[in-house]
């Protein structure tokens, strides 16, 4: 049975909060990963981080006392999930070794429109004119800085490798979020992140066996070491529960809302690492995104 959607003020306040963390969170996994991307395979890097994340949360889940027999009902679905994950992190990965960190979260940022079209067709879920309006302000944004404010470049329809590969990925995370709800059958938030994420981890295994036995991981650099961690625990199991809650509380396209804010996140991540702020005119693309942020936010059912 489809989860029921809690519309309270509090409900909708938590589901803003958690969104709002995941934005800030998942931003530093497009600065590191851009770092290490050609450092070690995606899925052998996934891999991984998907172990870690399921030994840390599943702990969490325990402790909680939120594993229990039912939620081995339809474990298919946790094949589903987890498998979008996997395709989803796996490319971004592959598209990171060529497209520049805040490129790529523009691309990400393509995902609220591509969930709430998602979200119609599994749940007939609305998108009203207001927040259709929105969603194009968002894409025209993300489009801006995804060409890299090159007009001749967007009217030659010359988008870089990295980009158009992370873009599929993307479609797999929009489609990932409204199944959060149409799969759930009442297992708590945590303990549905562990099935999913173990699931992940089994679809990432058997996919990239062969490059998780070829790794030479006595060699690998630090810094390769310190972005499996961060993305694991902080933009790995922390957001899959993060998105999860918040789906359970607001409606898809809100809940991808959020990721108008991961370029300028990014930005910030980008200045801390040392690598310098984006021209101006790409700018200007980041700051669409944010103001299709506000308009979402500022209309509540």
């Known amino acids: 049975m489809e989860q029921q959607l809690d519309l309270s003020q509090s409900g909708r306040m938590r589901g803003h909060l958690a969104m709002l963390a995941f934005s800030g969170l ?9 770092m290490v991307a050609n450092d070690i395979a995606p899925a052998t890097l996934n891999a991984v981080r998907f172990l870690i994340a399921f030994l840390v949360t599943g702990a969490i889940a325990m402790a909680m006392g939120a594993l229990n027999r039912a939620m081995l009902r339809a474990p298919w679905r946790y094949l589903v999930l987890g498998g979008l994950f996997a395709i989803y992190f796996v490319l971004m990965f592959e598209g990171l070794k060529t497209a520049p960190a805040v490129s790529s979260a523009a691309v990400f940022t393509l995902a609220p429109l591509m969930s709430a079209a998602f979200g119609w067709i599994l749940m007939r879920q609305v998108t009203t004119p207001w927040m ?56 708590a938030p945590i303990g549905f992140t562990v099935g999913m994420i173990a699931a992940g981890f089994l679809v990432l295994t058997v996919w990239g066996w062969s490059d998780i036995r070829a790794t030479d991981w006595m060699n690998l650099r630090l810094m390769v070491w310190l972005t499996i961690g961060y993305t694991s625990i902080f933009a790995g199991s922390t957001t899959f529960f993060l998105v999860q809650y918040a789906t359970l509380h607001l409606p898809s396209a809100k809940v991808m809302a959020y990721t108008y804010l991961t ?12 690598h310098g702020v984006p021209p101006v005119l790409v700018l200007a693309g980041v700051a669409l995104t944010i103001v299709a942020l506000m308009m979402l936010l500022k209309h509540e059912d």
């Open 26 to 34: 998942v931003a530093g996994s497009f600065s590191l990963g851009s």
């Open 263 to 274: 370029p300028s996140w990014v930005i910030i991540w980008e200045i801390s690492l040392g």
């Open 132 to 187: 259709g309006a929105a969603l194009a302000v968002g894409g025209l944004g993300a489009i801006w800085v995804i060409f890299r404010a090159d007009l001749n470049a967007l009217l030659a329809f010359r988008v870089g490798r990295g980009e158009a590969i992370f873009f599929f990925g993307v479609i797999a995370h929009a489609l990932y979020t409204p199944l959060i709800r149409v799969l759930n059958r009442g297992e």
